[in-house]
């Protein structure tokens, strides 16, 4: 380097070092001198000179782990550490810490004023408020600057520190407050700057200097001249514009007719530019375009980058001083003429990010009606009979032997529709086992009205007894049983069964409600001529021991209910009770000494009864025993065995019910379509269910699956379709086609979201049939013109479920029927995808064993190509500019990542089909992604055939692979891997796979059976482990711990995160460093992780 040169970079870095001193504070001024552009220098002596700077300021500075910047501010102020100026700015912000969706924008003058104020704020602000700071100026490349603006959009980034590249450069919307940080040194910097804060109720705030009167006045002046001229404005509103070119111009433009857009000579340069900035790119090349001017000829030549549609060479001629132009100018009309640049003359991945974004902000929460089975609601009506649909539920305990369960008859006035098929379930109720269900078609049945109301206060009483233990209230609720009302209501019945082949139990349904009901005489008579007769003291009065025998009582004495199924004849009230008590003691001391009862019938035998309240898995010796005048009898007869069946009937009509609209949701599909498939009731219930309902099947799995099919298809579609599209215009449409906001808005539009089951089964909220007591009225809703459903209530449900349960039934029907019947399925729902059997049209000439090795790559892939080309773009980074290679791998790497993504779940979903949701997405998250990709790259040496011209390339692979060989293999798999892959050694595999896809005439088998060798051993659930980041969640909520939030921050650009959790008072820290956040917060999690497995209380 000359020394002139060394000398005018010495003079800026003393100048930004003096100015931040100054200006911001001897913190700022320390941090200048690590994040300065020059710090990094190849040059020795500007290198030295930034570190004797540093060491100078840092002597000034206070150090150790208990001081930091953001400590007491105020003081630190003081110090001279920072500026006023900068607490100001500080203040300000913070007055916002609680407004929702901050986006800021502070304009600065220098840059070196915007590189440490992004420092200080990322010191200060995530603790206090959460928000993330970021940096544009002329120095940051444009697709860095419009991933920053993208972020800022999301939210990811709150605050944009910013020279004049903000005022007018880029379009940045979203801007709530604006901040002058140097006030404005033009009134046009004044306007453009203050017009950013664009959103309702912006703030713009200028910080002038106290005692600086002339900047004040200025300030003054440049407000008050933005009020005239908003005036002078609102005069000539009426005025018509012309257009900005008229034949009195002669600069050479392109006008697009229909729009009147216009491009002239001196803006075309600008505008190539930023249309190869919105092109795919990674951080080894910047898609700009190549252009050489041969003075002797006056001849440009321009090419664009590998990703654009214009492929070979852009020459024109003409002044020398404005060839440059003339070539850009040229291309800008090209690229309209194939649609790259739309008629506004913006490029075409504007408007269709333009119209994602519109689309997104449409849904987030939906509120639907949650439907309810017609099936089970009537009106009811004065009928004197009704005819019903009967069905047997048939109950079988997998280890149930305390009690006997019997089937139950469902009857129901309108023939179920998915009684096509055997509708068998399988219910988790409690420790013990399952509950094996079937429901089958029994036989029709005509009721009188009589028969019906007997039913109803039969399933009442039971139901309201089981449900409330509360009766006080019985009396009146079956009183209104008694009484039709003229809506629709739920209405069907669930009736004991009896005998071989099953009947209806009469004997129990026509049961007799104490008090209101007592004996007769016959029934005594009845009981004395079968030799079965004795009189029995309750508190009821005096009844027949037939009726006690399986009834329903309580005991006022304790407010309990017992079901009682027998006498104990060798036990009364003088009887020793059991081991429960420590001393030994008679039943009639027990009942006097506890609850002050005096028994009067000592010798008449106790009671067997069973407390209601006990869940099923409680065991026989949870029986007690009763004397029988403590009891008061409710309800006879009703046996234990009834009781208990009945106890998981709520349960059970709750899953019935769900397989009903289960049922009712595929019957609208096939109702309209052709499709000879069977589709089973039970993958659209699993399809339809939530994580939220705690059962033990879910969507997860089908979702996953689905996800991966829709993505695959939809790839496959826009690749053929757009032969000309670049890979990141064709992910923007494929997000139009398969977005959570798509997918949400076909749902609603086909009433998906009230079949959706998101809410756990409650008891309490259960609708009993037949109960009028609360009236329940349903709302008829039409789906379709013969699709009736009933709705009682409203749903709020997010936007993402929505779309994920439509994503989960696209993969219920691609498990049951195949690819052919999802297809049939998606056609329905709105997503009409068709592939083209139009074959790609390729004209590449080239001869691909020049450039690659064919042979060796063929052997190593097990396939031999068709057309080697393919092999060529697949291997082409977007660095290597070789005229004869017209593609780099994107297009490819595009598709190839869908198929891979979808063949490697399917083998998955299918090859561990008892595995649990959860547990498929894991293997799939742990299979198909980058570092997994990298990794088998790497290990097979395709990293060598990659054509690239990228040092930074270069050397990040060559690092990797030294990085690689120190590395156990076996601590390679899953998320072991702490190394730092490039991403392009995991495009290198997608867009092989899509070259083979493309070549084998789109066959997917053949694609992963050519890929699979490559990345094997594929992860198995022996072999899955989580990412750390996750796995530490997990234990934090397992274990109770207190996981803090994580801290990122920058330092000569390495990204440092710490992880800390606070475990039984212990802290367990971690910082590490990464190329990338993601792998610097995986590394710490992991460490995190073994410090607290090691820890002495998880030994």
Same mark, same amino acid.
């Given at each position: 380097m ?17 100015? *931040? ?6 913190w ?26 540093? $060491? ?12 930091? +910047? ?6 630190? %102020? ?31 003058e ?12 990322? !010191? ?8 993330? #700071? ?19 959009h $999301? ?7 910013a ?7 880029l379009?940045?919307?979203? *801007?709530?407050? %604006? ?52 005036q002078e ?12 070119y @008229? ?9 697009v ?8 000579l ?15 790119? @990674? ?25 654009s ?12 001083? +404005? ?14 003429? %194939?649609?790259?640049l739309?008629?506004? /003359? ?23 009606? /949650?439907y ?11 009928e004197?009979? &009704? ?23 469902? &009857? ?5 529709? *998915? ?10 109720? @409690? ?14 049945v ?14 009442v ?26 809506s629709s ?5 669930l ?28 029934h005594? @008579? ?9 009189? %029995? ?36 009230c ?8 420590? !001393?030994?003691?008679t ?11 005096n ?45 208990? #069946? ?10 019935? !019910? ?37 059962? $033990? ?14 993505k695959?298809?939809?790839s ?46 409650n ?36 936007? =993402?479920?929505?779309?994920?349960v ?14 052919? &019947? ?24 080239? =001869? ?49 990542? &869908? ?9 998955l979903?299918? =090859? ?31 990293? $060598? ?12 692979? *060559? ?48 694609t992963?059976?050519? +890929? ?60 590490h460093?990464?190329?990338? =956040? ?12 073994k ?9």
């Amino acid at each position: 380097m000359r020394d002139g040169s060394a000398r005018r970079r010495l003079s800026k870095l003393h100048s930004d070092f003096l100015f *931040c001193l100054s200006e911001m504070g001897a913190w700022l001024a320390f941090k200048s001198c690590e994040e300065n552009d020059f710090c990094s220098s190849d040059d020795a002596c500007v290198r030295d000179f930034c570190l004797t700077a540093s $060491k100078i300021f840092s002597a000034h500075l206070p150090s150790g782990p208990h001081w930091s +910047i953001g400590g007491d501010i105020q003081a630190n %102020v003081d110090a001279g550490y920072l500026s006023s100026k900068v607490n100001c700015l500080l203040e300000s912000l913070l007055e916002y810490r609680d407004r929702r969706d901050l986006r800021c924008i502070i304009f600065v003058e220098r840059i070196v004023t915007a590189i440490v104020l992004r420092s200080l704020l990322n !010191e200060l602000l995530p603790e206090r408020s959460g928000w993330r #700071t970021e940096v544009t100026t002329r120095r940051i490349s444009m697709v860095k600057q419009n991933k920053i603006v993208e972020e800022f959009h $999301k939210g990811l980034v709150n605050i944009i520190v910013a020279t004049s590249i903000l005022e007018e450069g880029l379009d940045v919307q979203s *801007c709530n407050l %604006v901040i002058r940080f140097d006030p404005p040194t033009t009134v046009c910097s004044f306007i453009q700057s203050r017009g950013r804060a664009r959103m309702q109720n912006s703030d713009f705030l200028l910080i002038v200097r106290k005692g600086d009167d002339a900047t004040l006045t200025r300030m003054q002046n440049y407000m008050a001249s933005g009020e005239i001229m908003r005036q002078e404005s609102l005069l000539h509103v009426s005025i018509p514009c012309s257009l900005p070119y @008229d034949e009195l111009h002669d600069e050479p433009c392109y006008k697009v007719e229909s729009t009147g857009a216009v491009v002239t000579l001196s803006s075309s340069v600008s505008l190539l530019y930023f249309y190869c900035s919105r092109l795919p790119s @990674d951080g080894y090349f910047r898609p700009n375009p190549t252009c050489e001017i041969d003075e002797e000829t006056g001849t440009c030549t321009l090419q664009l980058p590998k990703s654009s549609p214009l492929q070979g060479i852009i020459s024109v001629q003409g002044d020398r001083k +404005i060839l440059k132009q003339l070539a850009c100018l040229e291309a800008c009309k090209k690229l309209h003429h %194939v649609g790259a640049l739309t008629d506004n /003359l913006v490029p075409d991945i504007v408007e269709e990010e333009t119209i994602n974004k519109e689309l997104k902000c449409k849904i987030k929460i939906v509120e639907e009606s /949650l439907y309810y089975p017609s099936e089970f609601v009537s009106h009811c009506g004065n009928e004197s009979k &009704a005819v019903y649909y009967c069905y047997l539920v048939e109950l079988q305990h997998d280890s149930y032997n305390d009690f006997q369960l019997h089937g139950i008859i469902l &009857a129901v006035r309108t023939k179920l529709k *998915c009684d096509d098929e055997i509708l068998a379930f399988d219910l988790d109720i @409690d420790r013990r086992g399952r509950l094996q269900v079937q429901l089958n078609y029994s036989k029709v049945v005509i009721f009188t009205s009589e028969e019906i109301r007997r039913c109803q206060r039969f399933q009442v009483s039971v139901f309201r007894v089981l449900r409330d233990r509360d009766l006080s209230k019985l009396q009146d609720v079956l009183a209104a049983v008694q009484s039709p009302i003229g809506s629709s209501v739920s209405d069907y019945l669930l009736l004991p069964s009896v005998g071989t082949p099953p009947e209806i139990n009469w004997k129990c349904v026509n049961f007799l409600l104490f008090p209101s009901q007592v004996l007769g005489d016959k029934h005594m @008579d009845w009981c004395s001529t079968q030799g079965r007769k004795r009189n %029995v003291n309750t508190i009821t009065g005096v009844v027949c021991s037939c009726m006690l025998e399986n009834s329903l009582v309580c005991t006022p004495h304790n407010g309990h209910i017992y079901c009682i199924n027998s006498f104990l004849d060798n036990l009364d009230c003088n009887s020793l009770m059991g081991v429960r008590t420590e !001393e030994s003691i008679t039943y009639r001391e027990h009942f006097k000494k506890g609850y002050g009862n005096n028994i009067c019938f000592e010798e008449e035998p106790l009671l067997r009864g069973k407390h209601i309240s006990k869940k099923a898995k409680d065991s026989t010796d949870s029986s007690v025993e009763l004397p029988p005048e403590l009891c008061s009898l409710i309800m006879s007869p009703l046996s234990i065995s009834t009781l208990n #069946t009945y106890s998981y009937v709520p349960s059970i009509m709750h899953r019935i !019910e769900s397989l009903v609209m289960a049922s009712n949701l595929k019957r609208m599909h096939l109702d309209h379509c052709t499709l000879n498939v069977t589709i089973p009731t039970a993958k659209i219930l699993e399809a339809m269910t939530t994580k939220k309902c705690l059962e $033990k099947f879910h969507l997860e799995s089908l979702e996953t699956l689905g996800d991966s099919f829709l993505k695959y298809a939809a790839s496959i579609q826009l690749f053929k379709t757009y032969e000309n599209d670049h890979q990141g215009l064709l992910t923007v449409k494929r997000k139009q086609i398969i977005s959570n906001a798509a997918l949400c808005r076909l749902g609603c539009a086909r009433k998906i979201p009230g079949f959706i089951r998101n809410e756990p089964f409650n008891l309490k909220a259960w609708i009993i049939p037949g109960d009028n007591s609360q009236v329940h009225s349903f709302d008829e809703e039409f789906l379709t013109s013969s699709d009736k459903m009933y709705s009682r209530v409203k749903q709020k449900i997010k936007g =993402k479920r929505v779309a994920d349960v439509v994503e989960a039934l696209i993969g219920a029907y691609l498990s049951s029927g195949g690819e052919v &019947a999802a297809f049939s399925f998606m056609k329905w729902l709105g997503v009409d995808i068709n592939f083209v059997d139009a074959p790609i049209s390729r004209q590449f000439p080239m =001869k691909a064993e020049k450039l690659v090795n064919v042979r060796y790559l063929e052997s190593l892939l097990h396939y031999k190509f068709n057309d080697p080309s393919l092999l060529v773009e697949a291997l082409t980074h977007g660095s290597y500019m070789l005229p004869e290679i017209p593609r780099c791998y994107q297009r490819l790497e595009f598709l190839g990542d &869908a198929v891979l993504d979808y063949v490697v779940t399917r083998h998955l979903y299918f =090859k561990y089909p008892g595995l649990t949701p959860g547990l498929i997405t894991d293997l799939r998250s742990a299979s198909v992604n980058n570092e997994c990709y990298a990794l088998s790259a790497v290990k097979v040496g395709l990293h $060598k055939h990659i054509l690239h011209a990228s040092q930074d390339l270069q050397r990040h692979i *060559c690092s990797t692979v030294e990085d690689f060989k120190k590395l156990d293999l076996v601590s390679t798999l899953g998320w072991e891997a702490e190394t730092t892959f490039p991403k392009v050694l995991a495009d290198v595999i997608e867009s092989l796979a899509g070259a083979i896809f493309v070549d084998s005439g789109f066959n997917k088998d053949t694609t992963f059976q050519s +890929i699979r060798p490559l990345l094997e051993p594929l992860i198995t659930p022996q072999t899955l482990k989580l990412h750390p980041a996750r796995e530490l969640s997990e234990l934090c909520a397992q274990k109770g711990y207190i996981k803090k939030k994580n801290v990122v921050f920058r330092e000569n650009g390495v990204v440092y995160i710490t992880v800390e959790v606070e475990a039984d008072g212990a802290i367990h820290k971690e910082t590490h460093s990464g190329r990338n =956040k993601k792998m610097a917060k995986k590394v710490a999690s992991k460490k995190v992780l073994k410090s607290l497995k090691e820890y002495p209380y998880n030994a």
